[in-house]
């Protein structure tokens, strides 16, 4: 493959320099393989797609590729959440034990829903050792999480519950519908709107999922936001459960549901899912929730130094909201970024904006900065 066919798909003539950047990419900034798409008032404006599936660069990235998108998935399974909220079968404010009355232990019986979406329940991680399979068994981690203290004061700092997250909130979704998340995912939202996302990856999948390829990162966890303390907050998030970079590699972990870390996609059914969220709720003739629960989505929960990532981040109902530290184009914009992969939704300008990638590193570089660039300056100059 030559850098003149390295990137394919659909890109209009006025936004060239988006694919420009995109190419730069690979013909610059090493990356290796990778989706960048952009959907606008439901439809998807801009497609593509480049590079590798493997680190021996002998199996093209395609267009139906998949990859591992981290905690990219978080967006989804909130997604499942609020749709919940809008059936009112959900309710935000309503203590988590209401629903899952064993959660009420050590503390947490004042916990609410809202305090988990928002990552303030002071749960943000376990004071059980977990061993690496230890991550497939759900019964297992809900049952440590019932028994689990909080770290904090419920509601008055926050902290990423970057493994937590996806089974308190995945477990609701279980409670409530009687459906696993993964399974409620599918049915609810990816088929009723051809979205090919999934949260747990079915073994006929794997010949067209792409491997992740890690440069630079050192031992178990995931570097990042580790400090120097090792009774940290942020170190006890990110050093349990431990996990070797091989165990991505697997099947075990791709067939697990993990709803905070292993949703499969690319970048066309991120900004797919996104031009559901950005279209207040309706695609292509379907609504799955209201515009109201969006925008209320959006609403400050919290503002910040985060106890786990140790920067400042303002929370909404599941995701990030825009800030001085990380401008977003619109009042009502949130995001989640995944490793070097990243989802980017505006209800005010109806788009959507997302980045897949199959490198891993722990440099500071992000890649999808070039294109999501490109794309702000084509809008200004229009």
Request: proline fraction near 5%; glycine fraction near 10%; hydrophobic fraction near 40%.
């Given at each position: 493959m030559t850098d003149?066919?390295?990137?394919?798909?659909?890109?209009?003539?006025?936004?060239?320099?988006?694919?420009?950047?995109?190419e730069?990419?690979?013909?610059?900034?090493?990356?290796?393989?990778?989706?960048?798409?952009?959907?606008?008032?439901?439809?998807?404006?801009?497609?593509?797609?480049?590079?590798?599936?493997?680190?021996?660069?002998?199996?093209?990235w395609e267009k139906n590729t998949l990859c591992l998108v981290h905690s990219v998935t978080k967006i989804a399974?909130?997604?499942?959440?609020?749709?919940?909220?809008?059936?009112?079968?959900?309710?935000?404010?309503?203590?988590?034990?209401?629903?899952?009355?064993?959660?009420?232990?050590?503390?947490?019986?004042?916990?609410?829903?809202?305090?988990?979406?928002?990552?303030t329940s002071g749960v943000a991680g376990f004071d059980e050792p977990l061993a690496p399979e230890d991550i497939y068994n759900w019964e297992y981690i809900t049952g440590l999480l019932e028994k689990q203290a909080p770290w904090w004061e419920p509601g008055t700092q926050c902290g990423y519950h970057g493994f937590t997250f996806g089974h308190i909130i995945g477990e609701l979704i279980r409670l409530v519908t009687g459906k696993t998340p993964g399974t409620f995912f599918r049915e609810e939202v990816a088929e009723p709107l051809d979205i090919d996302f999934h949260i747990g990856l079915a073994a006929e999948e794997d010949d067209r999922t792409s491997d992740q390829i890690f440069s630079g990162m050192p031992g178990p966890g995931v570097p990042g936001y580790k400090s120097d303390d090792p009774d940290s907050i942020s170190d006890r998030v990110q050093s349990n459960p431990s996990q070797t970079f091989d165990i991505f590699q697997t099947r075990a972990f791709r067939a697990a549901e993990i709803p905070a870390q292993n949703g499969y996609g690319n970048a066309r059914s991120l900004a797919r899912m996104g031009a559901l969220m950005a279209c207040g709720g309706e695609l292509d003739g379907i609504r799955l929730l209201s515009a109201e629960i969006l925008y209320k989505a959006t609403e400050e929960q919290f503002y910040g130094e985060d106890l786990v990532l140790r920067v400042p981040v303002r929370w909404g109902l599941g995701?990030?909201?825009?800030?001085?530290?990380?401008?977003?184009?619109?009042?009502?914009?949130?995001?989640?970024?995944?490793?070097?992969?990243?989802?980017?939704?505006?209800?005010d300008h109806r788009f959507c904006m997302a980045y897949v990638t199959n490198r891993v590193t722990t440099d500071a570089g992000q890649p999808y900065m070039g294109p999501f660039m490109a794309l702000s300056n084509c809008f200004q100059q229009s």
């Open positions: 003149m066919d390295l990137v394919h798909g659909t890109c209009g003539k006025e936004f060239v320099t988006v694919k420009t950047a995109f730069n990419n690979f013909t610059q900034g090493g990356e290796l393989g990778a989706s960048f798409a952009f959907s606008l008032n439901g439809e998807i404006i801009i497609d593509l797609w480049g590079g590798y599936r493997d680190a021996a660069r002998t199996k093209p399974t909130a997604l499942c959440a609020h749709i919940l909220v809008d059936r009112e079968q959900l309710d935000i404010d309503a203590p988590v034990c209401r629903y899952w009355p064993e959660f009420a232990q050590a503390g947490k019986e004042k916990i609410t829903v809202r305090q988990v979406m928002s990552h995701w990030g909201l825009g800030s001085k530290e990380i401008p977003l184009p619109g009042e009502h914009s949130f995001f989640w970024p995944g490793s070097k992969s990243i989802m980017v939704v505006d209800l």
